[in-house]
């Protein structure tokens, strides 16, 4: 009978959805365990429920967290109607697999304090990539930190992208980034970079953006003029000096005229 176990029927929506109504009239708790509780795929059913709980294997946490912020509950609910319509299990999983459940994604400044770190203990070239691809991917810009951290080390292996006098422009542009985003790291110790001047780096200034689309098209735009204000050292004193996030983002959305 395993052919006939196939929680993207219709007819078994549809009874989930009417236990699911009642535990909400009756003021009941109502958790779902079990492969479908904890499937990245079935997330918008689970959310369109309005269940209190699922259970998940550990591997799967993350990515069912990351899956929740990207979410709209009315069009999740939207969708679960529309699956308790159709014909049978394949339509099902096409309104699932069309992404349709989706909120539309907030435009993304290209810096915020989100993606800043004033005192990063990052002792190595490459701690100070992963550390500043980790910001990238808590501020919610990538979900595949991965990706993005392979597509910076394909672009620093055909050659370094230490500046010079102490700062290092690391960056990329690959589809695994959500939005063009600036990352910024101050390290508390200096370390080598292969920087043309030979000198070690303190400020890491990591530039990541899309593969395609407008934050595509800024991202040389934002290289250039940030790689021109570093030629200038007034400026390059003045970020050094500043120790606070907020105060590095201001300074940097200024000098960038950076919406």
């Known amino acids: 009978v395993a052919t006939l176990n196939n929680p993207h029927h219709p007819t078994f929506l549809r009874a989930l959805r009417y236990v699911a109504t009642q535990a909400r009239r009756t003021r009941k708790w109502l958790g779902v365990c079990g492969e479908m509780g904890g499937r990245p795929q079935d997330l918008?059913?689970?959310?369109?429920l309005g269940v209190d709980e699922i259970s998940a294997s550990g591997s799967q946490v993350l990515a069912l967290k990351q899956l929740v912020r990207t979410a709209d509950s009315q069009r999740c609910r939207d969708l679960l109607d529309r699956a308790c319509a159709v014909s049978g299990p394949g339509?099902?999983?096409?309104?699932?697999?069309?992404?349709?459940?989706?909120?539309?994604?907030?435009?993304?400044?290209v810096?915020?304090?989100?993606?800043?770190?004033a005192a990063s203990g990052a002792t190595s070239k490459e701690d100070a990539i992963a550390r500043a691809?980790?910001?990238?991917?808590?501020?919610?810009?990538?979900?595949?930190?991965?990706?993005?951290?392979?597509?910076?080390?394909?672009r620093e292996q055909t050659y370094s992208t230490?500046?010079?006098?102490?700062?290092?422009?690391?960056?990329?542009k690959c589809d695994a980034v959500d939005a063009a985003s600036l990352v910024v790291l101050k390290l508390r110790a200096?370390?080598?970079?292969?920087?043309?001047?030979?000198?070690?780096?303190?400020?890491?200034?990591?530039?990541?953006?899309?593969?395609?689309?407008?934050?595509?098209q800024q991202h040389m735009k934002i290289f250039a003029t940030?790689?021109?204000?570093?030629?200038?050292?007034?400026?390059?004193?003045?970020l050094a000096s500043l120790t606070q996030s907020s105060q590095i983002e201001a300074v940097l959305r200024s000098e960038l005229q950076l919406s």
């Open 44 to 48: 918008p059913l689970m959310i369109a």
């Open 91 to 109: 339509a099902v999983e096409e309104l699932l697999a069309s992404g349709s459940w989706r909120a539309e994604p907030a435009p993304q400044p």
């Open 111 to 117: 810096i915020d304090p989100a993606c800043i770190d």
């Open 133 to 154: 691809i980790e910001l990238l991917w808590i501020a919610g810009r990538t979900d595949r930190p991965r990706d993005v951290e392979a597509a910076v080390w394909a």
């Open 162 to 172: 230490g500046l010079g006098h102490g700062f290092a422009i690391p960056h990329c």
């Open 190 to 216: 200096e370390v080598d970079w292969g920087s043309m001047d030979g000198q070690p780096v303190r400020t890491v200034l990591l530039l990541a953006a899309p593969g395609s689309g407008t934050g595509s």
């Open 226 to 238: 940030l790689a021109r204000r570093l030629m200038h050292e007034e400026f390059r004193r003045a």
